[in-house]
């Protein structure tokens, strides 16, 4: 493994402790200072990494508040000051306790978003009897999961670092031996009216998925798919395949490119009880220059086009636990070379055009949960004032 994919961190565990107030006074009926609290703030550009170095303890405890004291001629106390921890936009905060399952506190999706983690207590005053109240303290895990347009995704080899740095010129580590993505890596495609569309490759599905269970007796294990959490806020997913299909290993038999859709869907919709099912999806068929690829892959596209689910399933030669549990079907299908460079701008354009037509799909769901809300509420409001019906 690379020294860059040793250093990549999506997930870090972090202990913060806020402080307690300080006591008042009822002598002079004096408030007590409130504790420091922590917080958490998005940064764009910072990683885990970097809270990490500069944190190697990942430990973040503010300080008490200060008495009020009548020798010092103050009645209320001076807070303490909050801590702000800086931490990288896409992360998913949540907390658990010993024996109970986590809980999510909050998401910082956007640059500048700061979240409470850890309030601080609250000066003595009256109300309390002039006693402080205690702190926070508790163990907190920062989850990240990348934030993206499009979400590259396929079996090994497929060439999606290669498909990646052709289409946005990012550089990526290409190879070709399966493996090559060994970490989640993000480019941005630029159009001429300065659009701009953001991509994440992330590591290929393990072969051992699409090598068991051919006689058809169990279920292949879902394993080593964590990365797939990255894809949950990306808009669209990006299946990519190679024309000529996969061979696991030379024991393994050769899949064809249809029959690799059809694994992939499979372990996305496994993956977290089904959080993947219904997000849109996109297919390319890569590496069309090959002899006879260009066949291969027309014939794969009209069939993951095809409106015969039943026909598709059998055309794909796999057996029924490798098949996917729902009927799935891809919005579109790109036939491409990325090492030749062949019909990329037509991709280009594909993915601006969908990523516009999914969007707008979104807006329209959105709108339509909010008139219904709406118009529940009114009825529930106006039930007992509408005259019954005999």
């Keep these: 493994m690379s020294r860059n994919a040793k250093n990549f961190i999506d997930r870090l565990r972090i202990y913060v402790k806020s402080g307690s107030g300080s006591a008042g006074n009822p002598v002079i009926r004096g408030k007590g200072g409130n504790g420091g609290s922590v917080y958490l703030r998005s940064k764009e550009g910072r990683t885990l990494s970097d809270v990490l170095t500069e944190f190697p303890k990942k430990r973040f405890i503010a300080g008490p508040g200060r008495p009020c004291s009548s020798r010092r001629g103050t009645c209320i106390g001076t807070n303490a000051k909050d801590i702000e921890v800086v931490v990288p936009v896409g992360i998913t905060v949540s907390c658990s306790n010993p024996g109970q399952p986590s809980r999510i506190i909050g998401d910082l999706d956007e640059p500048g978003h700061r979240l409470l983690v850890a309030q601080g207590g609250f000066g003595g005053s009256a109300v309390t009897n002039y006693l402080g109240t205690p702190g926070e303290a508790r163990s907190i895990v920062l989850d990240l999961k990348l934030m993206a347009d499009f979400g590259l995704i396929g079996l090994p080899n497929a060439g999606k670092s290669s498909l990646l740095q052709a ?29 701009k569309i953001t991509m994440t490759d992330l590591p290929e599905f393990d072969p051992s998925t699409i090598s068991s269970s051919d006689d058809g007796s169990a279920q292949p294990p879902l394993k080593h798919t964590a990365f797939l959490k990255h894809v949950e806020r990306t808009s669209c997913l990006l299946v990519v395949l190679d024309a000529l299909g996969f061979r696991a290993n030379q024991h393994a038999p050769l899949r064809s490119s249809l029959a690799c859709a059809m694994l992939v869907v499979s372990q996305l919709q496994r993956y977290a009880l089904g959080r993947l099912l219904g997000k849109p999806m996109l297919c390319v068929i890569n590496k069309i220059d090959l ?10 596209r009209e069939a993951l086009l095809s409106a015969d689910y039943d026909a ?32 990329l701008p037509e991709l280009k354009d594909g993915l601006r055009k969908w990523l516009d037509v999914i969007e707008m799909r979104r807006r ?26 005999s």
Excluded: M
């Design 167 to 195: 289409i946005s010129g990012a550089k990526a580590k290409i190879a070709s031996y399966p493996f090559t993505t060994l970490r989640p890596q993000i480019a941005t495609i630029k159009f001429p009216d300065h659009r």
């Design 291 to 300: 002899p006879y690829a260009q066949e291969a892959a027309e014939e794969a």
């Design 312 to 343: 598709v399933k059998k055309a794909s030669g796999l057996p029924s636990v490798l098949l996917p549990r729902h009927e799935f079907r891809f919005e579109d299908v790109f036939l491409v070379s990325a090492k030749e460079r062949k019909n």
């Design 364 to 389: 329209q769901s959105d709108l339509d949960e909010t008139e219904a809300s709406c118009r529940q509420s009114v009825q529930s409001a106006l039930k007992d004032y509408l005259p019954t019906t």
